[in-house]
């Protein structure tokens, strides 16, 4: 379990910084619209990863404890998702819905990239 919580504080550490990128450059650049979505979808995006480590959190307890298994919640995460996708649908002029649709899945290329990283420095420690 402290594998859940160590990429979660990774990932979120990765998140943060990517939004603080996409708020500086919704207010430097000339499109304020596409960071704008960016930055909802990425924020929803963040929420749906902490509610899947509290999923798994919940789930491993289960097991643990031998009670029944619960879904994870994909659900709630599907909502979340129609959610962003409706706020960016409901202001069409200040916030891009394909960004924002890219925002959404932002956690999961940060999850890959994440993951090409440490698989190369366990490479570069195993060479040593």
């Known amino acids: 379990m402290p594998d859940i919580r160590k990429h979660f504080l990774r990932y979120t550490r990765y998140i943060l910084y990517l ?6 450059c919704w207010g430097f650049t000339p499109f304020p619209d ?6 909802l979808g990425t924020s929803f995006s963040l929420f749906n990863l902490w509610l899947m480590k509290n999923r798994m959190e919940r789930f491993d307890r289960a097991l643990d404890e031998g009670k029944k298994v619960r879904s ?17 649908l409901e202001f069409p002029e200040l916030i891009h819905l394909i960004s924002t649709v890219i925002g959404l899945m ?11 990283w440490q698989q190369l420095l366990h490479k570069k420690r195993e060479e040593r």
């Open 19 to 24: 939004l603080s990128i996409f708020v500086l």
């Open 34 to 39: 596409v960071f704008l979505g960016l930055i």
């Open 72 to 88: 994870l919640g994909t659900l709630s995460r599907m909502a979340s998702a129609g959610a962003a996708v409706l706020i960016a």
């Open 106 to 116: 932002m956690v999961y290329i940060v999850i890959m990239i994440d993951y090409f």
